[in-house]
């Protein structure tokens, strides 16, 4: 079993071994003289944090007690304590420094505790694992009870950990190779495949490879008693998903305030996920305001996701309400937002959302860009296209339009316009005003060590997820 005890907890045990009575030292954070601490091995006063970018490089006691120092988790993990023992932690910020560490790389990393660990000279890392290990390499260890254990450390060592992938992620890579990149985006995509494109952080850079569908392949999950599309796997695997109801073409949310975005039209605000009411776009991104569509999805979640499924939603995936604008912006005149001219000018979608203001967390919607990822266009049908069928090849949403999150163009104070895919003409992506009819189909992403349990993606037989224990 793994023992996981924050400093202070350490420290407590160590006193009630010994027996030993306070006394001063400027070489330790408490007064008991059981830990001290060195920084590239120079005294230090107190312990450094994770966020100042160090980590630990090595730790020696005086009579052998054996300990790791997870550097992911900042925690300490006990394995073997002797009484009477004092035990230094040597911090440094270079990771070339030899000491005695082990670095981990695999090809599920989120299943795994840590990926770098530190411990005494001829100590012993453990790295715990959630999944199947099916072998080690680059390091000397042996695997034990979903176990890697790294046993008389005397150097800095590398493992690179393959285990046996059921994630969601893992699966669907399993079933469908990827692609790789798409070259042009000029005409629809009807292909059952998987592609890969740059994605976008929190952080807000590129970073991570996003595997994004086309086609209409087996791509079905149930998820919180509902049937859902994988839209794709984000940079940071986890995955993200369209709401489908039932599987009919019941494909949406039922409220009263999902049939437009917002009922007025005559300002540029209103195309805004939230917005604050004001005649210059920085006001309106200072999101004060929640639309319609908002409102009704964030009910939804409430009552169907964070009250029972919390725990498997990525809370750090972004959802866009790009609100960029090529162009001066204006309440008089008209104006394009960025996503028209990627989508209809330029037809080069993107993950990117450069404003922190228009990106929003926890659920969504899918984004133009995503349906044109999907092999969606604009002005053109595509029924082929997985975001708009259903398990019986028909509309997902019935005779209802389906919203976007994507502006595209303010019209001259009579109306605002945005992303929507058409259903009169199927899987059209199509823009129009805010204050349009139409239905909402909510946006989730799941944390990228969720397990399939069942399943193959069909529609028949989508795939079952659970958390790992």
């Not at 300990?67 to 925690?75: A, G, L, Q, T, V």
């Not at 985006?185 to 994605?199: G, R, V």
């Not at 209103?270 to 999101?287: A, F, H, M």
Request: aromatic residues 12%; glycine residues 8%; proline residues 3%.
């Amino acid at each position: 079993m793994k023992i996981k005890i924050i400093l202070i907890t350490l420290l407590t045990i160590l006193i009630v071994i010994t027996g030993c009575n306070k006394e001063e030292n400027e070489n330790t954070l408490e007064t008991n003289g059981m830990l001290s601490y060195t920084i590239d091995g120079e005294v230090a006063l107190e312990k450094p944090t994770k966020e100042e970018g160090y980590i630990v490089n090595k730790i020696v006691c005086d009579n052998d007690s054996d300990m790791m120092w997870d550097n992911d988790n900042w925690e300490v993990e006990l394995t073997n304590i002797k009484s009477n023992d004092r035990c230094t932690v040597d911090f440094t910020k270079d990771v070339n420094t030899p000491g005695y560490r082990v670095t981990v790389t695999s090809n599920v990393p989120q299943n795994l505790d840590s990926s770098s660990k530190t411990t005494v000279n001829n100590g012993t890392v453990i790295i715990y694992s959630t999944s199947p290990i099916q072998n080690v390499t680059g390091c000397k260890a042996r695997i034990e009870d979903n176990k890697v254990i790294v046993e008389n450390m005397t150097s800095n060592q590398t493992c690179n950990i393959v285990l046996e992938d059921k994630t969601l992620a893992g699966i669907i890579k399993a079933a469908y190779p990827s692609s790789g990149t798409r070259s042009s985006f000029i005409s629809i995509y009807t292909e059952a495949a998987l592609h890969e494109a740059k994605d976008y952080n929190a952080s807000g850079s590129f970073s991570g490879t996003s595997y994004y569908f086309t086609g209409n392949p087996n791509n079905w999950v149930s998820f919180a008693g509902s049937l859902w599309r994988i839209i794709r796997i984000n940079g940071n695997g986890s995955v993200r998903l369209l709401y489908a109801g039932s599987g009919g073409e019941d494909g949406y949310i039922e409220s009263a305030q999902t049939y437009s975005v917002n009922g007025e039209y005559n300002h540029p605000q209103y195309v805004g996920w939230q917005y604050t009411k004001g005649d210059s776009l920085s006001t309106n991104r200072e999101n004060a305001t929640k639309s319609n569509a908002y409102a009704a999805v964030e009910t939804w979640y409430n009552s169907n996701i964070a009250s029972s499924y919390s725990n498997y939603i990525d809370t750090n995936a972004i959802y866009c309400n790009d609100r960029g604008e090529n162009g001066a912006y204006s309440t008089s005149n008209q104006f394009y937002y960025a996503a028209y001219t990627r989508l209809i000018t330029n037809k080069r979608p993107t993950y990117e959302c450069r404003n922190e203001a228009d990106r929003f967390y926890n659920f969504g919607l899918m984004t133009a860009d995503e349906v044109s990822y999907a092999g969606g266009l604009y002005d053109v049908n595509n029924e082929s296209a997985y975001y708009y069928l259903n398990t019986e090849g028909g509309s997902s949403t019935g005779i209802r339009y389906w919203w976007t999150m994507s502006p595209s163009y303010f019209h001259s104070t009579i109306s605002t316009l945005i992303f929507i895919v058409h259903i009169g003409n199927p899987g059209r992506l199509v823009d129009t005003s805010v204050s349009t009819k139409g239905v909402v189909r909510p946006v989730v992403s799941l944390v990228s060590n969720v397990l399939v349990t069942g399943g193959d993606g069909s529609g028949n037989n989508p795939y079952t997820i659970a958390l790992p224990n």
